[in-house]
């Protein structure tokens, strides 16, 4: 059998937070010919001058130069998209054309080609849970585990632009079902389950402007002594994975095509679940500890609602827990980084990377 690390691999948004992850550990694996295609890559700069790299500043909406680069690779892994959730109700058209109708290009790019297509869709196209719907039922697992071939997908309505994100995920992944069902695509879905770690997002004000995700939003108020926003009160719940578990999923389906082809996967952490006011408390001490000098005071936390936090539009997903048995049993991967142990790597970095000088501050 051939040595996958021989393959050709044309990683599309390589210069992203996963991508830059994933590329690292590549790299660091000897996979012999990578094209790492962004239209930025600040974050991989550091990896560009290895020989089994070749970076390609290219818009994914130019088509031929598109073409070309899936073309002469065997394999495509495509993280291209608009992935941060004050954008969803804020610029939706990009996001629905980011998220679908460019990647959709890819998806036919790669069944006419005979490639075989890793595309990175979300969690978030499971919604919200039935447990929401049946509280009296809310503790049975059953009406929160996430399995990818049986669960429900519970999106709002359409005026709440929050899921044109997973609507557009979604419809994409159905249509990659439909080119494997129909033509014989060959084709891995992967589910992330909010991965988290270094290079993750922009801090506002620094490098960046707008809402990022949460971990990112905490970092910022830790670091510049605001208070740490609640959205509804902080009572939604995720599944933080920590990235190098996450990549250790990916490079297993690269190893592994008999068992990842055809196939769609969970990739989180589900003994890391925590709700977003958990989440601040876990935060904060660790900033704490992190940063000792910083005024030793009550958690300084205001609790602000969805709407006046991201606009009109906003809804949340209450609880993200998945079901990780097909990625245990086929892909022999199991995630191993607790939260306690991702969120220090992750906020360490922050805290480097951004010159946070830990100073004392004004208590809230
Ligand atoms: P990211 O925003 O860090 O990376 C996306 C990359 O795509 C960026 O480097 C960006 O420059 C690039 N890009 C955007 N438009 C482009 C264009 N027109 N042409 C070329 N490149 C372009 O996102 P990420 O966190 O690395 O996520 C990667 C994938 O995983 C996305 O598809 C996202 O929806 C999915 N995902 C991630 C998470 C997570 O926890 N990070 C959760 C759910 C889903
Ligand atoms: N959130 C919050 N405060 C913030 C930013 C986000 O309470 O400053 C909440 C948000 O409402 C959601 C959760 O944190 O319930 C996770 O948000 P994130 O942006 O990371 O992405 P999501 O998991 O919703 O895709």
Not at 217 to 239: N, Q, S
Request: overall charge negative; glycine content about 8%.
């Amino acid at each position: 059998m051939r040595d996958p690390r021989t393959t050709s691999l044309c990683i599309l948004g390589a210069g992203g937070f996963i991508g830059s992850h994933l590329l690292s550990r590549l790299v660091r694996e000897s996979w012999r010919d990578i094209r790492a295609i962004d239209i930025t890559s600040d974050k991989i700069r550091r990896l560009l001058d290895r020989d089994n790299i070749t970076f390609v500043h290219l818009d994914i909406y130019d088509t031929p130069g598109l073409a070309e680069h899936i073309e002469r690779a065997d394999i495509v892994i495509s993280l291209v998209a608009l992935c941060n959730p004050s954008l969803y109700t804020t610029v939706p058209l990009d996001v629905i054309d980011i998220n679908f109708n460019r990647p959709l290009e890819v998806v036919r790019m790669c069944a006419a080609r005979g490639k075989w297509l890793i595309h990175f869709s979300t969690s978030e196209v499971y919604g919200k849970t039935i447990g929401r719907y049946a509280p009296e039922a809310a503790d049975d697992p059953a009406r929160f585990v996430l399995s990818e071939d049986t669960s429900p997908m519970i999106l709002g309505p359409v005026g709440a632009q929050r899921w044109s994100y997973a609507a557009a995920k979604q419809l994409l992944e159905r249509v990659i079902y439909a080119y494997g069902f129909e033509q014989g695509l060959e084709y891995t879905i992967v589910r992330p389950f909010n991965f988290i770690g270094p290079r993750m997002d922009y801090i506002p004000g620094i490098d960046g402007s707008g809402v990022p995700r949460v971990l990112a939003c905490f970092m910022e108020a830790l670091m510049t002594g605001k208070p740490l926003k609640l959205v509804d009160g902080g009572r939604a719940r995720r599944c933080f994975t920590y990235i190098d578990d996450a990549v250790d999923a990916v490079v297993r389906m690269l190893e592994r095509p008999d068992a990842a082809k055809g196939r769609i996967f969970n990739v989180g952490h589900p003994g890391n679940e925590v709700t977003i006011a958990g989440l601040a408390e876990k935060m904060l001490s660790i900033y704490r500890e992190l940063c000792p000098r910083i005024a030793p005071e009550a958690p300084c936390m205001d609790r602000v609602s969805g709407e006046s936090f991201y606009g009109a539009g906003y809804e949340d997903s209450d609880r993200r827990m998945p079901d990780i048995t097909k990625a245990r049993s086929l892909l022999e991967w199991e995630p191993k980084t607790d939260l306690d142990t991702a969120l220090r790597h992750t906020m360490a970095h922050y805290i480097r990377e951004y010159g946070a000088d830990c100073a004392p501050r004004e208590a809230c």
